[in-house]
């Protein structure tokens, strides 16, 4: 059945309306039915009777009484027999059976038979009470059930959390991959709900909050339920906005009814997920905030300031938004201890993938530390995401085991979107798109000592025509200058490979383009590397605007030193762009071969494009048989005359150097110095 026949179907006997309104019309019909003459036949009066058997004409044979059924049989004065079937009422039988007594003696009457009657509304009556009865407490009882789980009408105020119990579905810190030292931060909080008599001698005091913040998917969540798992304690679970409802008291009087229950359960964990919903600066908002929201923070503050020293609670909250808590959350003695949950690292990412393949069968080719290396900046919840969707596809090619190659495609699937496969594209189209993409490429190769390609394809995904993705060779924290000016080289590829090589430029570098505006903007505001403005940052840390807390941006420098700083990101792009195409004409047999494999399979993975590179794009070495030519180049650039143009009015900027490059030949080109992925 479908979910809407389901709804449609849904009996309406779970409310209240309706078990009221049903002992209503119970009642009515029984008082209607058997509580007076309404509704009944028009009875047989007595004497009608009575005149048959007094009259001497008549000799009456048998009279038989049945109930209220009065049978009379008889001969009339003309000899013919007759009988006569009336119904008398109920309070007229003993006297009707009175005046058949003497009527018996007087002789006119040779006898009669009478069965005693039972009263049929009586026992009607006593069922419908009873039933009535039983409806009256299957209501009570069900409205004590709902109101013990939080789901009637009548406990808007009760505790909402879920509570899992400590001996089923435990997770434990192994269940945990990575977050090694968020894990060792919390082995202190299990220690006291499994010890807590070690602490009190001692006189310490065990935090009475820990604050987990970080990232979505990090694992904060499941990190609090390891810590419950570990110590054997009650986890009582509840949202930031389950505390908030449309009456006014409600959330205060849930968070009273949580604490209560969780020291009853004590020792127990209570966590509190997304708690910024209830947690937000009190005063942050246009007319004074939220009252109810506020009120519910108030109480939150008031019962973790009630908890003693020997009170065996620890309450856990999580956010994203750490820093728009109310400053009275974060003091000593509430939520005390803060613990950040970072993004993984390669290793961690490892770890994190080898605990989601436990259940699922890998093939022999598939080489988890590479999936990690090639997922950076994927959460825990996006890995696991990942081998889900690498699982579909390989379900949907009737596989038995998860290939490399399923992994792969989910990765570009999780990161783009799906693949577009079924899209008709057109020469020009193709064209213009691996040009584009190898630029990309290209660059990405030439300059990056830290990164490496890992696909290059012409296939649409998502809102993309087309895309080069990469992977760093190894995990790093911070970027240094080169790193983020060789990022916009390669950002600035694509379309610096559309002007070199078709003589026209399109719409398909928008994204790339506000990319590197970005990273040359934060170079200048945030980072303090420029050369006109070195170790200057300008604006806040925080840029967003968070309404009463802040009503508006505030530019913090004149007019003039921004528009130094529009100049100076404009340098920073312009110089960098010269160089982008000093490396494509450099490099353009590289990308004459690759764009050529680009419009004939339309994908080229990471080692191929390797060979295709380190070949300086010579097709037919890299591919013998599959009739390339030896010559590949058939640009505005193969010809000499049109080389020397491109390589004069393209000025060595990068360093400092500004004098025109030397125009080698299209055989002269030196690529010794380029770094590889492994330099």
């Known amino acids: 059945m479908s979910e809407k026949n389901e709804k449609s179907f849904r009996p309406i006997g779970g409310g209240l309306i309706f078990y009221i309104l049903m002992i209503i019309v119970l009642i009515a019909f029984s008082t209607i039915v058997f509580g007076g003459n309404y509704g009944q036949k028009e009875k047989s009066k007595l004497s009608d009777l009575m005149n048959i058997i007094e009259d001497e004409s008549n000799e009456v044979s048998l009279v038989e009484i049945k109930g209220t059924i009065v049978t009379v049989t008889y001969k009339n004065s003309d000899g013919l027999s007759a009988e006569l079937t009336q119904e008398i009422p109920y309070e007229y039988v003993d006297d009707f059976v009175l005046k058949l007594d003497a009527a018996s003696a007087d002789g006119k009457i040779q006898g009669y038979n009478y069965s005693q009657p039972f009263d049929w509304s009586l026992v009607v009556n006593i069922a419908m009470f009873a039933i009535s009865l039983i409806i009256v407490i299957v209501l009570f009882l069900s409205i004590t059930r709902q109101s013990r789980d939080g789901n009637s009408v009548f406990s808007f105020g009760n505790n909402r959390a879920r509570v899992s119990d400590p001996n089923k579905d435990k997770v434990r810190f192994s269940d945990v991959a990575g977050s090694v030292e968020e894990k060792e931060e919390l082995h202190e909080i299990v220690d006291f709900l499994k010890n807590p008599k070690k602490y009190q001698e001692l006189g310490a005091k065990i935090p009475k909050g820990v604050l987990l913040y970080g ?186 085991e998860i290939t490399m190659k399923e992994i792969t495609d989910a990765t570009f699937r999780v990161q783009m979107g799906p693949q577009k496969n079924s899209k008709k594209l057109s020469d020009k189209v193709k064209r213009l798109t691996s040009y584009h993409e190898a630029g990309h490429a290209v660059v990405l190769r030439a300059t990056s000592e830290f990164e490496k390609v890992d696909r290059v394809t012409i296939v649409p995904a998502g809102s993309a025509g087309g895309f080069t993705a990469y992977k760093p060779i190894e995990d790093t924290d911070f970027y240094t200058e080169k790193m983020l000016l060789d990022t916009i080289k390669m950002t600035l590829g694509g379309r610096a490979a559309e002007e070199v090589f078709l003589g026209e430029v399109s719409t398909g570098a928008a994204s790339d383009l506000q990319q590197c505006n970005n990273i040359a903007k934060n170079m200048i505001k945030r980072y303090g590397l420029s050369k006109k403005f070195r170790n200057m940052v300008f604006g806040d840390e925080n840029e967003e605007v968070f309404l009463g807390y802040s009503m508006g941006q505030v530019q913090s420098y004149s007019d003039q030193t921004a528009a130094e700083i529009d100049e100076e990101i404009k340098s920073i792009i312009d110089s960098c762009y010269e160089e982008t195409k000093r490396i494509l004409i450099e490099k353009r047999n590289v990308v004459e071969g690759l764009a050529k494999r680009l419009i004939d399979k339309l994908t080229v993975d990471g080692p191929e494009f390797e060979k295709i590179y380190e070949a300086d794009g010579n097709l037919s070495s890299v591919y013998p048989g599959e009739g390339y030519d030896a010559d590949t180049v058939n640009s505005a650039a193969q010809s000499d005359d049109a080389y020397e143009r491109l390589m004069s009015e393209t000025p060595a900027v990068y360093g400092g150097n500004t004098a025109p490059a030397p125009a080698p030949g299209p055989d002269d080109v030196d690529d010794s110095n380029d770094p590889g992925p492994s330099d």
Request: hydrophobic share 45%; glycine share 10%; no cysteine.
């Open 215 to 400: 990232a979505p998917g990090t694992g904060k969540t499941l990190l609090a339920r390891a810590v419950a798992g570990e110590a054997g304690v009650k986890f009582f679970y509840i949202s930031g906005s389950d505390f908030v409802e449309m009456l006014v008291g409600v959330g205060a009087s849930r968070v009273r009814s949580l604490f209560s229950d969780a020291k009853k359960e004590a020792p127990s964990v209570v966590f509190i997920d997304e708690i910024d919903a209830v947690g937000r600066k009190r005063g942050a908002g246009l007319g004074g905030g939220q009252d109810e929201r506020e009120q519910t923070l108030n109480q939150i503050l008031v019962e973790m300031d009630g908890f003693d020293v020997t009170s065996n609670v620890i309450v856990m909250a999580a956010t994203n938004r750490v820093d728009v808590l109310d400053p009275a959350l974060l003091r000593p003695g509430r939520f005390d201890r803060r613990i950040m949950v970072n993004m993984p690292d390669a290793d961690e990412r490892d770890a994190i993938l080898r605990i989601h393949a436990r259940k699922k069968p890998l093939a022999k080719d598939v080489d988890l530390h590479e999936v990690a290396l090639s997922t950076v900046g994927f959460t825990g919840a996006d890995l696991e995401n990942l081998l889900n969707e690498a699982a579909l596809m390989a379900a949907r090619h009737n596989k038995k």
